[in-house]
């Protein structure tokens, strides 16, 4: 079996699509789910069980951060079995994942012991000091400001009231909100600064501490997890539906038709709202129990579109990948926390399409994109996950896109590439239908 370095030793031939896409696509669980489930899970007066969670690279770091501090996981099947116990020291390796980085340390605060936490090089670069010093606010010791740190506790943290600047992620309040309910005061969580993008992973952070039996009271940026027991429980995990996104992207640029299973009828996952972002695009999206279908115009021709992306920034990448297909004007705002994600995903999906004869410039805050022929071309991901699966995009409808480094969609997506290159066989097509 070829290794991950094998497959970062040559480009990915982005396949061009020779007609209408027609298909069904099966994804699999949510990334942000299964990681707010495992620290819930590790945190709980007793087992749980992750009903068909994410295994990605994002997950496993997630379970072996966990793991390494003293949780006990059984994998049955596509399940995973959770016994908490004791916190203790470790060393813990968060990779790039942002989930791991922000939500591990309140969790480490309440070790038996320093927790040391380390990642990949790229990832001493992403903000962390917001989580770090909030942290200190609530009488917890932390050594360093960013990636590696340690983290230590003498006894349980009081916890209590702490106002962060939380513009750069949202993350950073999930994280406190999650471990929350095991400081011995609970915490506050008041948010003060621009804009907080991606509300609507909080409110699943929220969410879930609530079906957690976890008391928590929200208001206009102000949020507090009152102390108390976490109940140990059943995690039915949702498909990703930002992972899905590029699936169903895949209609509106071919002008088919792209379905998706499982797609919840009730979700506070962002990739939900790509159903509306295509309606807006001129793409037909119909959603029915069980399934959400896209059905593209002919040709695959789409509207440009003029959106605040601040709550669903990571659905940026998809969006902008469509946008450059477009034929008339883009104009997307709100995301300049985007500029501190894996890359500068701003600047990247700039170049990288401007390279293809693009026509697409930075803004403070977002990106505006105009119509232009594109050509193909070497497509760099920057490690960056959704950055390759935009080039993916793009390559069904231009011709030599070389997506330089598909392996790194494992973070959140394993496999990704055999999935879009058995979407893309007209054979498997008609054997899929």
């Known amino acids: 079996m ?5 497959d970062m030793s040559q480009p990915w031939s982005a396949p061009q699509a020779a007609g209408p896409i027609t298909w069904a696509q099966h994804v699999p669980g949510s990334k942000s789910i299964t990681n707010r489930a495992f620290i819930l899970a590790a945190l709980a007066d ?15 770091l997630m379970e072996k ?11 049955e099947g596509e399940d995973i079995h959770v016994a908490p116990g004791p916190l203790k020291g470790a060393t813990v ?4 994942a942002g989930t791991v980085m922000r939500f591990i340390p309140p969790v480490a605060a ?12 790229q990832a001493y670069a992403r903000p962390m ?4 010093d909030a942290l200190r606010q609530l009488g917890v010791e932390v050594d360093g400001d960013s990636l590696p740190f340690t983290v230590r506790s003498h006894g349980v943290p009081e916890g209590g009231e702490v106002t962060i600047d939380a513009s750069g992620s949202s993350q950073f309040v999930s994280g406190l909100l999650l471990a929350g309910a095991r400081f011995a005061k609970g915490i506050t969580v008041t948010h003060e600064g621009g804009p907080l993008p991606s509300m609507p992973h909080v409110e699943m952070t929220v969410g879930m501490l609530r079906q957690a ?12 997890v009152h102390p108390g027991p976490i109940a140990g429980r059943e995690w039915a995990i949702e498909p990703d539906l930002s992972n899905a996104t590029p699936f169903l992207a895949a209609a ?41 279908t896209a059905k593209g115009t002919k040709g695959g021709a789409l509207q440009g579109i003029e959106r605040n992306m601040g709550d669903i920034g990571e659905l940026t990448p998809t969006v902008a990948a469509l946008c450059a297909l477009a034929d008339t004007p883009s104009i997307l705002t709100g995301i300049a926390h985007l500029r501190g994600h894996e890359t500068d995903r701003l600047k990247a999906l700039a170049d990288n399409i401007n390279a293809l004869g693009g026509k697409v410039a930075e803004l403070a805050d977002g990106l505006h994109i105009d119509p232009a022929p594109l050509h193909g071309g070497e497509w760099p991901c920057y490690a960056d996950h959704r950055m390759a699966t935009a080039g993916a995009i793009i390559g069904l409808r231009v011709p030599g896109v070389e997506v330089e480094d598909i392996s790194t969609t494992a973070k959140t997506l394993p496999g990704f590439d055999r999935m879009w290159e058995t979407m893309v066989d007209p054979e498997q097509q008609e054997s899929n239908g």
Do not use: Y
Request: net charge negative; with cysteine; proline share 6%.
């Open 110 to 121: 309440l070790a038996d012991g320093a927790v040391l936490v380390d990642g990949d090089e």
């Open 252 to 292: 509106a640029v071919t002008g088919g038709r792209v379905t998706i299973k499982r797609w919840p009828a009730n979700t506070t996952q962002p990739g939900d709202a790509i159903r509306h972002i295509l309606v807006d695009m001129g793409v037909m999206v119909t959603q029915e129990p069980g399934f959400v």
């Open 65 to 75: 951060a966990l793991e390494s501090m003293g949780v006990r996981f059984e994998h």
């Open 129 to 132: 000091s917001t989580t770090l």
């Open 93 to 96: 390796d968060c990779g790039l």
């Open 46 to 60: 007793g087992p749980s069980t992750l009903r068909a969670p994410l295994v990605s690279r994002d997950s496993q």
């Open 213 to 224: 039996g976890v008391r928590v009271d929200s208001g206009e940026n102000t949020w507090t």
């Open 2 to 6: 070829p290794s991950i370095m094998d």
